[in-house]
T-cell receptor, first 109, second 116 residues
Framework: GQNIDQPTEMTATEGAIVQINCTYQ??????LFWYQQHAGEAPTFLSY????GLEEKGRFSSFLSRSKGYSYLLLKELQMKDSASYLC??????????FGKGTRLHILP | DTGVSQDPRHKITKRGQNVTFRCDPI?????LYWYRQTLGQGPEFLTY????????KSRLLSDRFSAERPKGSFSTLEIQRTEQGDSAMYLC??????????????FGSGTQLSVL
């Protein structure tokens, strides 16, 4: 079966750094996405990793290790507006995109 | 480019009624995906299309659910004989052919279904 695991909830402080982990077991692998979703809104794209390594985009970075079935999203200089759910998703060998249950991130002032 | 649009935004229906939702993807996007999302959960895969061909339907979906994309442009998702457990946000997303430069999934705002 297909399985994507990420922590249900995390809490961090404004200005700090937080790392959200994701592990996956899927039918093949063609890439991994991270999406941000604010309550009541549609998911918005953050990053896409196909090859191993770190991709940096401003305050957000995403890391992938295909051999370990592992990714993380790193958020730096946290702001209150970063309070949201963060969704890890994998594109499998058939181009089906499977999402994890999401990690709700709470930012404290 | 007006993004992915979904209609209606909200639907309230009585148990046992049929409902149909529409999704208009971004115009040059050949891939279209339907997801269902309940509070506190991630989007659950329902089905997806490449042009007009339906490539896969989730095994979790009962026969009450059907989707079409007749001309490879807009898509409809129909739920027959709705049940209270069908209450959820139904999300549509589209993408360019995978392997193109801009590999991402664009989501619509969703249709919130409430079954009474």
């Amino acid at each position: 079966g297909q399985n994507i695991d990420q922590p249900t909830e995390m809490t961090a402080t404004e200005g700090a750094i937080v790392q959200i982990n994701c592990t996956y077991q899927t039918s093949g692998f063609n890439g991994l996405f991270w999406y941000q979703q604010h309550a009541g809104e549609a998911p918005t794209f953050l990053s896409y990793n196909v090859l191993d390594g770190l991709e940096e985009k401003g305050r957000f970075s995403s890391f992938l290790s295909r051999s370990k079935g592992y990714s993380y999203l790193l958020l730096k200089e946290l702001q209150m507006k970063d309070s949201a759910s963060y969704l890890c998703a994998v594109r499998d060998r058939d181009d089906k995109i499977i999402f994890g249950k999401g990690t709700r991130l709470h930012i404290l002032p | 480019d007006t993004g992915v649009s979904q209609d209606p935004r909200h639907k309230i229906t009585k148990r046992g009624q049929n409902v149909t939702f529409r999704c208009d993807p971004i115009s040059e996007h050949n891939r279209l995906y339907w997801y269902r999302q309940t509070l506190g959960q991630g989007p659950e895969f329902l089905t997806y299309f490449q042009n007009e061909a339906q490539l896969e339907k989730s095994r979790l979906l009962s026969d009450r659910f059907s989707a079409e994309r007749p001309k490879g442009s807009f898509s409809t998702l129909e739920i027959q004989r709705t049940e209270q457990g069908d209450s959820a946000m139904y999300l549509c997303a589209s993408s360019l052919p995978w392997g193109a430069q801009n590999e991402k999934l664009f989501f619509g705002s969703g249709t919130q279904l409430s079954v009474l």
